[in-house]
């Protein structure tokens, strides 16, 4: 089965760094693109960073600078290491599959970011 | 990179036919044939419904069909079933990037 199961989310102070984890099952990250998207609460989903099998990665402006997204091919594990967080990163952060790329199947449960003092 | 646009609600009875908007510019929806959509139930993960524009992943049924037309996508589903009421977003491939819609909330009545 085909599966992905973040973790790593939880409570940040403005200005601090945590990172998020995505481990996969039923396929092979490194072969694949792989993107995280977020979603604040109560709001709408928002891309947030693509790696591409080859490597290249993209990032959304607004997290440019700040986020980093990476694999463990011996893992099978994705990551996005996070810095210099602000409230507006307060989200909920899937990871999923990119799909030719473009779109997303499957989707993880999702881990809950909060930045706040 | 601006949101895609959706409107904020649409509602239907049961066996009736909707259809939802999603409009872009000609740097996303109108240059590439990667628009996909997805539904999204309360407290849940987005599950995708259609992909590159019209493509249903096994599984999805044929109720719910894709199109686009320039630069705006439409997702239609045709008979409404209870189990449809849930929040649709739409998304396309932007160069090296996505952009989401803002979505849909969609009321069975």
């Known amino acids: 089965e085909v599966q992905l199961v973040e973790s790593g989310g939880g409570l940040v102070q403005p200005g601090g760094s945590l990172r998020l984890s995505c481990a996969a099952s039923?396929?092979?990250?490194?072969?694949?693109?792989m993107s995280w998207v977020r979603q604040a609460p109560g709001k709408g989903l928002e891309w947030v960073s693509v790696i591409y099998s080859g490597g290249s990665t993209y990032y959304a402006d607004s997290v440019k600078g700040r986020f980093t997204i990476s694999r463990d091919n011996s893992k099978n594990t994705l990551y996005l290491q996070m810095n210099s967080l602000r409230a507006e990163d307060t989200a909920v952060y899937y990871c999923?599959?990119?799909?030719?790329?473009?779109?997303?199947?499957?989707w993880g449960q999702g881990t809950l970011v909060t930045v706040s003092s | 990179q601006s949101a895609l646009t959706q409107p904020a609600s649409v509602s239907g009875s049961p066996g009736q036919s909707i259809t939802i908007s999603c409009t872009g510019t000609?740097?996303?929806?109108?240059?590439?044939?990667?628009v996909s959509w997805y539904q999204q139930h309360p407290g849940k993960a987005p599950k995708l419904m259609i992909y590159?524009?019209?493509k249903r992943p096994s599984g999805v049924s044929n109720r719910f069909s894709g199109s686009k037309s320039g630069n705006t996508a439409s997702l239609t589903i045709s008979g409404l079933q209870a189990e449809d009421e849930a929040d649709y977003y739409c998304?396309?491939?932007?160069?090296?990037?996505?952009?989401f819609g803002g979505g849909t909330k969609l009321t069975v009545l």
């Open positions: 000609s740097s996303d929806v109108g240059s590439y044939n990667l």
């Open positions: 039923g396929f092979t990250v490194s072969s694949n693109y």
């Open positions: 999923a599959r990119d799909g030719d790329p473009g779109w997303f199947d499957p």
């Open positions: 590159e524009v019209s």
């Open positions: 998304c396309s491939y932007a160069g090296s990037s996505a952009v």
